[in-house]
């Protein structure tokens, strides 16, 4: 660091030289002058840029930023040969530095220290009030009153959405989209809030709770007894879990375990901006929390719908201020007035948030049944907060709600009896307060906005607690942040690993010598160079730091192990596939051995493709009991006329295992001899003693390696669905001439759910099908009219819909939810439908789903191999076998190819040469 630093001052008479060579430049051009005299100024001059001749100034510019590049490469070059096992002198340069820069901000905030003490002195008399209290706090021991503070415990939410374990879950409910946004992107915001936290509450030593999807931060030290990782499948409520929702995160906080009565609630982008008294949080009288809001928010049905109709995610929060006010005026008062939340530090009681989910246990399932933010929810913590103000004490362990809504109407209710607090109430403080202590800002890509931010928060005594949120898309913003966090907050925590920390000295170390390098060029600078000079040199100065900063987080990046290209469960998934050997089934897999395999032998054009759809579905069936040894279920084959029955003639009429159906014994009369293979597929349900899942095969699957229940479920027992990436917007708007049935079908789930809810149009791989009986009949239900109108239609395309897509979509988006059959989500028709009525002998009761994604299908699976492609078989063989891979599909557009060519049977033969059971 030293000669860095020697590097930089030897480098000052250089660079001077190259600002007098553009202040020549500018001085000894044609310039003309104008002169005028005033009483109270000197004589100003006026230069016109018009006569400069901008190709010299041009090239002494360019100049200028060569040498600055020349003096960035030197240093460089230096850090690279410091030996950092030898540098204990520098360290204490470091800790000098951090010394000096926390003092620094602490004098920007406050001026004089030992002036404010005097103050306080001359007015320690005068009785104080709460905001005496805050003002005049400046980090030293509190009053005996407030001793029991210090172990309150503090929850923070957090999520480094840039993690490929949690874009992987998040994928599953989202499309298969992998991209993370502002709202999940970590920036060590977390980091930085614990330092002001630490710094600006050092009264603190109780619990800091990190609850978080199944993370930890890559920098902090979990060995400190005081900090807990809590992740959310410990907290949140079975099938609650996975959220991406922080509203229904923060509905079950109190179920952390050892959370204190009150408890402090942060978001990871809360920032403390001066030291904190507990009076900020809780009244001096009651300890009741304090509430910062600020003006009245004019709120309308007409806006709300207008923002949910055009799906404007951005203004997403009004509608969320609609439906919460609306809550509050049904439920205490009918004049309610909603007032915007300031985002700041929030105080929670615990043995509350019972009372508070069931007394709002209708309002709340909006919110439970989504697995992202929606319109339509209301916002709990608002909710939970505005409550308080109304509770009322009965007697010891009960209490009722007050106000002149339903919620004066409903029973008491009884809390725990081994809390401490008895009284709880909440106080709302002034606007005018608390918008001067509570303040909200953003990142964006304007690098001049994010800096006058920046300073006007650092400089601003009054402000106690701020926030930042993440609405940047440039890197270099990023790096703006990330020095002002590492400069504003330059103490380390004692929550930080040693070598995070020794790494960000260095750059600490670098970004304030160099900045006292350009203060002390400034002031010597002569004044003839004048403000463009000084803005050009602040901007290639801002550039430098910046350029360290970059180098900083990709030296941070290398602290940690390198970013994994799929997750954890996925990497588990393909291993635990590749590597079953046709073993016995674990216990708890001993159910998939009786599950249903289905196949329909369709009515086609000819008898050539129907004889061609016998051979598929028998070499199908080959693969199965060669490769699912556990199966010892039924195999039914649905045909669409007796005809194709008799056709059948390979099979083994003896064995018990297998069936063939007339899909007149399933579907309704008014379908009966339909030639519209999706009416069939829409009552594959009605298969006598049909188990209650089980797997949907065509003619073209073949198993090719020992196949686990897993390839079809997930661990947790879900049917897997193999869907493609989602269609992209020019694709979405050829689907009406390229495929009118699909559009049909995402017409009409666009109709019911809502085009905010259900986004992505999805195909199918070609693949297995896996499904849970008793969703068919509540999809007829809802989808009858158009169903109705299907049968009618005789096979016309116009009124196809896929039954194959409505169940899929109907599991996705509408039963995979805790509250389901009971209540059943979707923004659209959906609404206003009936319940649904479910087989009352079902085992199931709920109903998750999986997606395989591309990562697992890559190393498992092949789709849609050409057949005519396949024209040497001994290499095709050998090929799959290399591979590994443990499924494969043909793609066979003219079934009468495969009659055609013998290629076809000799490949069969060669995979699957002995006949199955189920053969004559």
């Known amino acids: 660091m030293i000669i860095i630093i020697l590097l930089l001052f030897y480098n000052i008479k250089t660079l001077n030289q190259y600002f007098d060579l553009i202040e020549e430049t500018r001085f000894n051009n044609d310039i003309n002058k104008k002169n005028y005299n005033n009483k109270n100024e000197y004589n100003k001059i006026i230069y016109s840029k018009n006569k400069i001749n901008n190709n010299e100034l041009k090239n002494a510019t360019e100049k200028v930023d060569d040498k600055l590049n020349h003096v960035n490469d030197i240093i460089n070059k230096q850090q690279k040969e410091i030996d950092i096992d030898n540098k204990k002198n520098e360290i204490i340069i470091e800790d000098d530095v951090i010394d000096i820069l926390d003092k620094e901000n602490d004098r920007i905030l406050n001026g004089d220290i030992n002036e404010k003490i005097n103050e306080q002195k001359e007015n320690g008399n005068k009785k104080k009030t709460d905001l005496d209290y805050i003002k005049e706090y400046r980090g030293g021991e509190l009053e005996p009153e407030w001793e029991w503070v210090k172990n309150i415990s503090i929850v923070y939410t957090w999520v480094d959405g ?98 204190t009565e009150r408890f402090l609630y942060f978001n990871d982008d809360i920032f403390l901006n001066n030291y904190i008294h507990p ?61 915007y ?39 709990g913590v608002y909710i939970h907060q505005t409550l308080l103000s109304y509770v009322i004490r009965e007697s010891e362990n009960t209490y009722k709600f007050g106000g002149n809504g339903k919620a004066s109407k409903l029973p008491s209710f009884t809390l725990p009896d081994n809390r401490t607090v008895k009284d709880y109430s909440s106080v709302f403080i002034p606007a005018k307060v608390s918008k001067e202590m509570v303040r909200f800002g953003s990142i964006t890509n304007n690098a001049a906005k994010n800096n006058d931010k920046f300073n006007s928060f650092r400089k601003d005594k009054n402000l106690l607690v701020y926030n930042f949120n993440d609405e ?11 020095k002002y ?136 069936i080959r693969s199965v009991e060669n490769f699912l040894p556990w199966f010892k279920g039924k195999i039914y084959i649905i045909t669409q ?28 009369e008014s379908a009966k001899n339909t030639k519209n293979i999706h009416v069939l597929e829409m009552y594959l349900d009605k298969i006598p003693n049909l188990s209650e899942r089980f797997i949907y095969l065509k003619g073209n699957h073949y198993f090719v390696n020992y196949v686990h229940p897993r390839f079809f479920f997930s661990k947790e027992f879900y049917p897997k669905y193999n869907l493609k990436s989602a269609l992209n917007k020019k694709e979405i708007s050829n689907l009406i001439k390229n495929d009118p049935q699909f559009y049909q079908t995402f017409s009409v789930l666009m109709d019911y759910f809502s085009k905010n809810y259900l986004k992505h149009y999805r195909y199918f791989d070609n693949a297995p099908y896996t499904f849970y009986r008793d969703l068919f009949s509540p999809v007829r239900q809802l989808f009858g009219i158009q169903i109705n109108k299907m049968i009618k239609g005789n096979n016309n395309p116009n009124q196809n819909i896929l039954p194959l897509y409505l169940v899929t979509n109907y599991n996705i988006y509408a039963t995979e939810q805790p509250l389901y059959p009971e209540y059943v989500t979707g923004y659209g028709k959906i609404r206003n439908a009936k319940l649904p009525i479910l087989n009352e002998k079902r085992t199931i009761n709920y109903f998750g789903f999986d997606v395989t994604t591309p990562a697992i299908a890559k190393d498992t699976t092949i789709y849609d ?27 066979i557009n003219n079934h009468e190819e495969i009659l055609n060519k013998n290629y076809y049977k000799n490949l069969m033969t060669t995979l699957f040469s002995k006949p199955s059971t189920f053969e004559n």
């Open 341 to 379: 939340l300031l985002h700041s530090v929030f105080v929670l009681y615990r043995d509350m948030f019972e009372p508070f989910r069931q007394t709002f246990k209708e309002e709340f399932k909006v919110v439970f049944a989504n697995r992202f933010r929606c319109y339509y929810e209301p916002h």
């Open 162 to 259: 840039s993690d490929v374990d949690f874009l992987d879950i998040k994928s599953k409910y989202n499309g298969g989209f992998r991209q993370f946004n502002s709202r999940d992107r970590s920036a060590d915001e977390l980091r930085y809030s614990i330092r002001s936290l630490e710094k600006y509450m050092p009264w603190f030593n109780g619990t800091i709770y990190i609850a978080t999807f199944n993370q930890i931060p890559k920098w902090l030290d979990t060995s400190n007894p005081r900090i807990k990782m809590v992740f959310h499948k410990d907290f949140i409520p079975e099938h609650y879990y996975p959220t991406f929702d922080s509203n229904t995160i923060e509905m079950f906080l109190d179920k952390i375990p050892g959370i």
């Open 279 to 339: 009076c900020f949080f809780f009244t001096s009288e009651g300890f009741y929390p304090k509430i910062y809001r600020r003006n009245v928010v004019p709120l309308t049905i007409e806006k709300t719908n207008q923002i949910i109709n055009k799906d404007s995610v951005a203004e997403m929060f009004h509608t969320s201020k609609y439906f919460t006010r609306a809550v509050l005026r049904d439920y205490f008062d009918n004049k309610f007035q909603y007032r």
């Open 472 to 482: 940047y898309s440039k890197s270099s913003s990023l790096h703006q942040f990330s």
């Open 641 to 668: 006329s007796d005809e194709l029955k008799d056709q059948l003639t390979w099979i083994n009429k003896e064995n018990q295992r297998i069936e063939i159906i007339n899909q007149n014994d399933i579907i309704p």
């Open 865 to 891: 191999i050409p057949i005519a492609n396949i024209t040497n078989v001994k290499r095709f063989t050998k090929d799959l076998n290399d591979s590994k891979k443990i499924f494969f599909s043909l793609k």
């Open 485 to 620: 966090m590492i400069t504003r907050y330059p103490k380390p925590s004692s929550f930080e690993k040693k070598d995070y920390k020794e790494l960000e000295k260095d750059i600490l170390t670098i970004i304030h010598e160099f900045e006292g390098f350009t203060k002390k060029l400034t002031e010597d600078m002569p004044k003839k160079y004048g403000n463009s000079t000084l803005l050009e040199l602040d901007k290639e100065v801002e550039n430098f730091e910046l350029g360290i900063v970059s180098q900083y987080l990709e030296k941070k990046e290398t602290l940690s192990e390198p970013q994994d290209l799929i997750s954890k469960r996925e990497k588990e998934e393909i291993k635990f596939l590749l590597n079953y050997k046709g073993e016995e089934l674990e216990k708890e897999w001993q159910w998939a051995s009786t599950v249903s395999i289905v196949y329909i032998l369709e009515n086609q054009s000819s008898n050539n493709n129907i004889l061609a759809q016998i051979e598929e579905i028998k070499y199908s």
